[in-house]
């Protein structure tokens, strides 16, 4: 018996070896593939910010109040953010992981994946190529048969005129679209979309703050 106890013990021992040894080489393949993506994306926001299209050419209120809508850590976390209020699932990092690399990223194993690739993402670009890349490449749904891709975009298609000419209260109302674009569409919806732009002006001026990690709907600014 003793000797039959051994046997089954170091063959336990082999397979968990191997379950190991395949679930180092899983990972090794999803950080080489992340890496190669992440590359990718890089290229993409150097090309943006050649053209003159980096974030910097907005007025910093304007980034800081992207920022505390849509990811309050950003410039703090490695790309995932469990605990700031109002980050909810899905950080900037994230969001990009969503849109520059295939997915899907539904489930539990889908957003375990995005969560990773968001980590391999960061370690490889910086905060300020994420940040341009993200701005020019955000979705804001359609108009009409037409996807709008990037705030230069909506800046033209949902106000007429070009981005750096908004008013404040327009560049909120876009960031106002981000989070769910159909629901908060400023033509479909304009009751939603004002309401919504009224709780991010509250954000902004530090009237209000979010009731906790899951609170990306603002409900703490009601």
């Known amino acids: 018996m003793g000797k039959i106890r051994l046997r089954r013990s170091r063959?336990?021992?082999?397979?968990?070896?191997?379950?190991c040894l395949l679930g180092l080489a899983a990972l090794l393949m999803v950080y080489l593939n992340a890496r190669?993506?992440?590359?990718?994306?890089?290229?993409?926001a150097w090309v943006l910010e050649a053209s003159g299209r980096s974030f910097h050419r907005l007025p910093p209120r304007w980034?800081?109040?992207?920022?505390?809508?849509?990811?309050?850590?950003?410039y703090s976390h490695h790309g995932v953010d469990l605990h700031t209020p109002g980050a909810g699932w899905t950080t900037i990092t994230q969001?990009?992981?969503k849109i520059h690399f295939p997915g899907p990223y539904k489930g539990p194993i889908g957003k375990?994946?995005?969560?990773?690739?968001?980590?391999?993402?960061d370690s490889a670009m910086t905060k300020?190529?994420?940040l341009t890349l993200a701005l020019n490449t955000a979705n804001f749904g359609q108009d009409g048969d037409r996807w709008i891709v990037g705030f230069p975009d909506a800046a033209r298609t949902y106000y007429g005129r070009p981005l750096q000419e908004l008013s404040d209260d327009q560049f909120l109302g876009l960031v106002a679209m981000l989070i769910a674009p159909d629901t908060f569409h400023p033509r479909r919806?304009?009751?939603?979309?004002?309401?919504?732009v009224k709780r991010i002006q509250a954000l902004v001026a530090h009237?209000?703050?979010p009731r906790g990690w899951w609170d990306v709907y603002l409900a703490g600014c009601a």
Do not use: W
Request: proline share 4%.
């Open 189 to 196: 919806h304009p009751e939603a979309h004002a309401d919504r």
């Open 112 to 121: 375990t994946l995005q969560s990773l690739r968001a980590l391999v993402l």
């Open 36 to 44: 190669g993506y992440a590359r990718t994306a890089q290229r993409r």
């Open 207 to 209: 009237r209000c703050r």
């Open 95 to 97: 969001g990009l992981v």
């Open 11 to 19: 063959l336990l021992l082999r397979l968990l070896a191997i379950l």
């Open 63 to 74: 980034v800081e109040a992207f920022l505390a809508v849509e990811d309050p850590a950003f």
């Open 128 to 130: 300020d190529e994420q």
